[in-house]
């Protein structure tokens, strides 16, 4: 039954797209998945990177390009594997996109990295499946237990994701508050900047609460407004 739950966020559509996925830092990752969407000569990506450096939204992103596109794929959160067991990667290698996203949350668990194993020779043998990988340190530096697992992570390509300078998080920030209708100033964007964590979720959760305090209120995206919003 937990299994089945999972499907159910795997086949919606998220907000994260490519559209608004910040391309600059990353653009030789993101010109080689584009090469390998429809015929994938290079099946394995291993995307790694610190915290909030975008790796679930761009799993997220490509799943929901598959989506639109009436593919068969599907988006596994690891870090979620508390609810699901590593059953739901079987027949998995006749998906055209997988998405293994946080794999460091399972590593050292002897069922998920076999699982993970398993999944790596079977969409080799079939070979028609694109697998994105993430986590968040390289493949030489994961504590893996499974030597064989370990020598699959490096099968691909892998590529580190630069993380966003202050002034590319602003320009992030006033792209998604657009997207939602609202207008965020240069100064409010700064404000935020300097008063929360720095990490996109955090400053994307802040906008996504202005959002609705803002359209509750009819009041725009001051600072005031901010300071009494978020209590800072």
């Known amino acids: 039954m937990l299994e089945k739950q999972l499907l159910l966020p795997i086949h919606q ?3 994260e797209t490519l559209d608004n996925f910040f391309p ?8 080689s998945l584009h090469k390998n969407f429809t015929f994938p000569e290079q099946q394995f990506f291993y995307i790694w990177g610190e915290q909030s450096s975008g790796k679930s939204h ?22 979620k594997s ?4 590593p059953a ?21 668990n002897d069922e998920w990295e076999l699982a993970i194993f398993d999944l790596f020779n079977r969409i080799k043998e079939i070979g028609k499946t694109l697998l994105l990988i993430s986590a968040n340190q390289s493949p030489t530096a994961l504590p893996v237990k499974l030597p064989d697992l370990a020598s699959r992570l490096r099968w691909g390509e892998i590529y580190q994701l630069t993380p966003l300078t202050d002034i590319q998080k602003i320009q992030v920030l006033q792209q998604h508050a657009k997207e939602r209708g609202i207008e965020l100033p240069d100064e409010t964007s700064n404000f935020l900047l300097k008063r ?17 305090a803002s359209l509750q209120a ?15």
């Not at 998995?92 to 293994?100: G, I, K």
């Not at 955090?202 to 906008?207: G, Q, S």
């Open 82 to 85: 508390c609810y699901f067991s």
């Open 196 to 212: 929360l964590e720095r990490d996109m979720q955090t400053l994307l959760d802040a906008l996504t609460q202005l959002d609705q």
């Open 24 to 31: 600059d830092n990353n653009l030789l990752l993101l010109n």
């Open 218 to 232: 009819q009041r725009k995206l001051t600072i005031p407004f901010v300071k009494e919003i978020l209590k800072l």
């Open 58 to 79: 761009l799993l997220k992103a490509i799943s929901n390009h598959f989506f639109l596109q009436q593919r068969p794929a599907i988006y596994v959160p690891l870090e």
């Open 88 to 108: 739901v990667l079987e027949n998995l290698e006749y998906q055209q996109l997988v998405c293994l996203d946080d794999l460091h949350t399972v590593i050292g």
């Open 13 to 15: 559509i998220d907000d």
